[in-house]
């Protein structure tokens, strides 16, 4: 069993910067990936990043359409997983899920409850 409670997300204006965290506990946690997705209002839930864990060298994966504007991380000593968010646009506002997997090309198969974000224009 494996709980993410995330925080961090608020109201920004585009172009702003944002960190998103995500306190991981269970069983585990050094050996999973995690990941990062969103949900918009009306859309389907969608992938923005993952990490592996240390034995694979903290591999990142990111969706395409982030453009390089997004950082994921991991503190695996303080069993956090972050997402930097830089220029922000108002089509990034969403509901962010923090997600774990048990490989890194793994399904998630927990999940957070949710932060949400919002970047008004």
């Known amino acids: 069993q494996v709980q993410l409670v995330e925080s961090g997300g608020g109201l920004v204006q585009a172009g702003g910067s944002l960190r998103l965290s995500c306190a991981a506990s269970g069983r585990a946690l050094s050996t999973s990936a995690f990941g990062w997705l969103r949900q918009a209002p009306g859309k389907d839930r969608e992938f923005v990043a993952r990490i592996s864990a240390s034995s694979w060298s903290y591999r990142t994966l990111y969706a395409d359409s982030l453009e390089g504007r997004f950082t994921i991380s991991r503190d695996d000593a303080k069993n956090q997983v972050y997402l930097q968010m830089n220029s922000l646009k108002p089509e990034d506002t969403a509901v962010y899920y923090c997600?774990?997997?048990?490989?890194?090309?793994?399904?998630?198969?927990?999940w957070g409850q949710g932060t949400q974000v919002t970047v008004s224009s």
């Open positions: 997600a774990h997997a048990k490989s890194y090309l793994g399904s998630f198969d927990y």
